[in-house]
């Protein structure tokens, strides 16, 4: 496979914080130039952060890269580095083919100009003849959804019809290579899911695409190859699935169990004490992100002290907003019989396709039932805490839809459909 881009070990540097101000006195000038003869310049002014450090890759031509990771982790710089809008500390990037990029929105634009006046702008400047623009224009004009603005300057147009027509342009002018930030995030889920579809298509045609995003259910499914920057550095580079489950994991993975070393710190009352809690997966390994489409345990160990009411488990799941998902118990010790001292593990087992994407955390309590009351006797609130990830594949209850479906639970239903006619 041909290679597209090449990066060899970039890095940025940018100096932070007090900037010269665009208007000062003579005073001020005369202070900040003896202060640096004599080397006491601000120690602020000097500070300097590395938004890329030592980053290298190749993307092949026809492959779709993802590239992910927290704010502030150096994507957009790299993308900004690819496209020639900032120049590199050090190393290079080699690009080979037409670049067609969309970093910001309205990025190109001539806000005085018209759309219509835009479009054939871009494509000049992409080196396309004016018939091909022409050719493409109808195209572009349906895809960006704006035809009764075309002829409307740019200037006047929303932030959600500039990244249409943005998108529009850089995605129908035939580039050999697309750089998309995250601005999709402007449009609707509709117009996502167009986009998305039309990267597709590009990839499919032997286009390479770049593709930064906070969407890990898009990264799966649009990308053949990840990379998952932090602090300027490639953490890991390689299948989508496996690069998206390892950083959820470094974000969202430190609470998925706890435990108390002995009776005496551990909460709950002279009948039960919680000893351990854990998310498990089906094997019992203990797991901080789990598939969509996989069951989930919640193992919570504890020991009743002595005889009394039967004691048993609960468990309360909060979703992402902090909302109750769902409250359950397991009803199987309800009886007249009184719970024996001893350890006790009990597992509740949330289904899958039932816990929504994003974080999910979990409070439990050991409990005795005095109809209809119900006593709580050892509890811990957020007790644990796991990330449910959608890898994208197209069999859970997303389906292939790719925007964010609404609500504390979202069960893969039984569906039945007939024609009728």
């Known amino acids: ?141 349906e895809f960006a959804g704006i035809e009764k603005f075309i002829d409307t300057p740019v200037k006047r147009y929303s932030s959600g019809m500039g990244v249409r027509l943005a998108f529009a342009v850089a995605a129908h002018l035939e580039p050999e290579i697309l750089l998309v930030d995250e601005v999709l995030a402007v449009g609707d889920a509709e117009f996502q899911q167009r986009c998305l579809g039309r990267m597709e298509d590009l990839s499919g045609t032997g286009r390479t695409v770049v593709f930064v995003s906070h969407n890990m259910q898009t990264i799966n499914q649009l990308c053949d190859r990840a990379i998952w920057l932090e602090d300027g550095k490639i953490i890991e580079d390689g299948e989508p699935s496996d690069v998206v489950t390892h950083y959820l994991h470094s974000a969202y993975g430190s609470g998925s169990r706890i435990s108390w070393p002995d009776d005496d710190s551990a909460p709950g009352d002279d009948l039960a004490r919680l000893l351990s809690v854990r998310a498990i997966d089906e094997d019992g390994q203990a797991i901080d992100t789990i598939d969509v489409r996989r069951t989930v345990g919640i193992e919570i160990r504890f020991r009743v002290l002595r005889e009394g009411l039967p004691a048993f488990a609960k468990i309360k799941v909060h979703d992402r907003q902090a909302d109750i998902a769902f409250n359950a118990l397991d009803i199987a010790p309800h009886s007249e019989t009184a719970s024996a001292p001893g350890h006790y593990v009990s597992t509740a087992w949330i289904p899958a396709n039932l816990l929504n994407e994003g974080a999910t955390s979990v409070d439990v309590a050991v409990c005795t039932l005095s109809s209809p009351r119900l006593h709580q006797r ?12 959608d890898p994208g594949d197209g069999d859970s209850a997303r389906g292939r839809f790719t925007g964010q479906l609404r609500g504390a639970v979202r069960p893969l239903l039984e569906w039945t459909t007939e024609q009728l006619d």
Do not use: C
Request: proline content about 1%.
């Open 1 to 141: 496979m041909a290679v597209a881009i090449e990066a060899e070990h970039l890095s940025k540097r940018y100096r932070i914080g007090q900037m010269q101000a665009a208007y000062g006195t003579l005073r001020d000038s005369l202070v900040r130039t003896a202060a640096r003869i004599a080397g006491r310049e601000d120690e602020q002014a000097r500070q300097e952060i590395w938004a890329l450090r030592d980053v290298s890759f190749d993307v092949g031509e026809g492959e779709a890269l993802g590239v992910i990771g927290r704010n502030g982790a150096g994507k957009s710089t790299l993308l900004k580095v690819l496209t020639r809008i900032t120049t590199p500390t050090s190393g290079r990037a080699v690009i080979r083919g037409r670049v067609g990029s969309l970093l910001e929105v309205g990025t190109g634009f001539n806000p005085e100009l018209t759309g219509r006046e835009n479009v054939f702008l871009n494509g000049s400047i992409l080196g396309m003849k004016r018939r091909e623009i022409q050719r493409k224009l109808d195209d572009i004009v």
């Open 378 to 389: 050892a509890a811990w609130y957020d007790a644990v805490s796991f990330h449910v990830v």
